[in-house]
């Protein structure tokens, strides 16, 4: 159980194109998700919380207006990248949780940015 | 200094040894994460602990909420226990992460 899948699993798009990455439970209903930004070599960084059905909290330093957080369902967000640049690209990590501590990871979204 | 430790940075075993990874924290925390990360990028969750301790097959781990300190231990390491572990704590509902300990086991 707790399987949480992320699609598309590489995408390669020029830039100032958008891409849009989806996150989604499989096996259970995630009231939370969390999208995180990993560069080579370094640890996960948080960029935003969502809760379905309500606006994403977004971290400091994270600008709202590029990174779009959508948490349409218990089982469904949505991450894109507006207006992309070369220096987005980097791994994408979404989590889902649904129950208080628990968080399950997707396989990540690498992004490159050409 | 980081709000979660881990030593060390980068391990290397022989298959078969007994392996152990620390991370402590000066946080307060609600529950500790062990997980795994592997070269292709996902992650797995090993381990989510508040209190004493939990098995699932080779692998241990502990925390000492005490202490502010967790192990993780590998017994009868293999080459496929080669990945990161990354520790992460659970504190005013976010996870902070470790910075990983890179873990390669040779044959």
């Known amino acids: 159980g707790a399987v949480v899948s992320q699609h598309p699993s590489w995408v390669i798009c020029k830039s100032g194109t958008s891409v849009k990455i989806e996150c989604r439970s499989l096996d259970f209903q995630a009231t939370t998700m969390f999208w995180y930004r990993q560069f080579p070599k370094q640890s996960l960084m948080l960029m935003a919380t969502s809760n379905e059905g309500s606006k994403a909290t977004y971290e400091q330093g994270v600008e709202k207006d590029k990174f779009l957080i959508n948490h349409a369902s218990l089982t469904l967000s949505t991450l894109t990248v507006t207006s992309a640049h070369p220096e987005d690209s980097s791994f994408y990590i979404c989590s889902a949780s649904g129950a208080i501590y628990e968080q399950y990871f997707g396989p990540g979204t690498r992004l490159t940015v050409t | 200094k980081n709000e979660v430790e881990q030593s060390p940075q980068n391990l290397t075993a022989q298959e078969g040894e007994?392996?152990?990874?620390?991370?402590?924290?000066?946080?307060?925390?609600?529950?500790?994460?062990?997980?795994?990360?592997?070269?292709?990028?996902?992650?797995?969750?090993?381990?989510?602990?508040?209190?004493?301790?939990?098995?699932?097959?080779?692998?241990?781990a502990t925390i000492n909420i005490q202490e502010k300190h967790s192990s993780l231990h590998i017994t009868a390491s293999h080459p496929r226990d080669s990945a990161v572990y990354i520790c992460a704590v659970y504190n005013t509902d976010k996870l902070i992460f470790g910075t990983g300990t890179r873990l390669q086991v040779f044959p």
């Open chain 2, 18 to 60: 007994f392996i152990t990874i620390n991370c402590s924290y000066s946080v307060g925390i609600s529950a500790l994460h062990w997980l795994q990360q592997h070269p292709g990028g996902g992650i797995v969750s090993l381990f989510m602990l508040s209190s004493g301790k939990k098995k699932h097959g080779r692998l241990i």
